[in-house]
């Protein structure tokens, strides 16, 4: 026996669904390779957004925090300015994991484009 699920939801809705789902791991191979330059959650956040990286704040920074924590991000609280700001960067092992994330996602744009090639 199949069942099947459908769920009410409007086109739009349901095409924002999944292009959230689709970037979401993307906001970390972006992160990755945007903080190999020192910066601050704030610029980051704005630069993702110009970029085509819509992300939350409230995602942004647990997202950072856990890439410190596995080692991937380093972070340094910069008081010369009169605001405290809290710059990340790549560590070498989260240069070598985008470099992988990068050969990954080239692959998988492959195997699309091969997959839209045949219909």
Request: net charge negative; glycine share 6%; aromatic share 6%.
């Amino acid at each position: 026996m199949t069942h099947s699920i459908v769920i009410d939801m409007e086109p739009d809705d349901l095409l924002a669904a999944h292009q959230q789902e689709l970037r979401r791991g993307t906001v970390v191979l972006a992160c990755l390779l945007r903080l190999t330059t020192p910066d601050y959650g704030y610029a980051l956040l704005e630069e993702l957004d110009r970029g085509g990286f819509a992300v939350d704040a409230n995602t942004l920074y647990p997202l950072l925090r856990r890439l410190e924590k596995q080692g991937l991000l380093t972070s340094e609280w910069n008081t010369d300015e009169a605001r405290p700001r809290k710059f990340y960067s790549t560590t070498p092992d989260g240069r070598a994991l985008a470099r992988d994330l990068l050969d990954d996602w080239s692959r998988l744009d492959d195997a699309i484009r091969s997959l839209k090639g045949t219909s």
